[in-house]
């Protein structure tokens, strides 16, 4: 039994295998994931697991260099984008409309279904290098 880190297995094989500047999609319970898309579902029930555990969780494995957020979120649901600052004190978000979210997703390698509720829950994260 692994003893650190991400202990579900689809999560983990997603992040072994990316390389740099490939990226990885973590989205709330409502986003349309396309029917093609690496589905990881981890909705439990609205709310379970949230987003930002998810994305902190995440992050205990994955090197990020870029992080993209669409403007809604700053806009509509501002604590959960605080929130998404907060995880990334070194790495200033880009902010993209939700259109364009949606156009970086597409080249995901997965994307990771959490229950989050609050609108605009979404996120691309770009893997980064560790030397």
Same mark, same amino acid.
């Given at each position: ?12 094989a ?33 709310? *379970?697991?949230?987003? /930002?555990d998810?994305?902190? !969780?995440?992050?205990? &494995? +994955? ?7 669409? %403007? ?14 907060? *995880?990334?004190?070194? /790495?200033?978000?880009?902010? !993209?409309?939700?259109? &364009? +979210?949606?156009?970086?997703g597409?080249?995901?390698? %997965? ?11 979404n ?9």
């Open positions: 039994m692994k003893k650190t880190g991400i202990m579900n297995k689809e999560i983990s997603v992040i072994a295998g990316m390389g740099h500047n490939d990226m990885l999609m973590i989205c709330g319970s409502a986003y349309p994931i396309p029917d093609n898309g690496h589905r990881i579902d981890l909705a439990l029930e609205p709310g *379970l697991p949230g987003f /930002l998810v994305i902190r !969780v995440v992050l205990k &494995e +994955l090197e990020v260099e870029g992080v993209y957020v669409a %403007a809604q979120t700053k806009r509509e649901s501002p604590r959960q984008f605080e929130g998404i600052c907060a *995880l990334f004190p070194a /790495l200033k978000p880009n902010i !993209v409309e939700q259109s &364009e +979210l949606k156009e970086l597409y080249k995901a390698k %997965a994307y990771i279904r959490t229950g989050e509720c609050t609108p605009f829950s996120i691309v994260l770009a893997g980064g290098v560790i030397f």
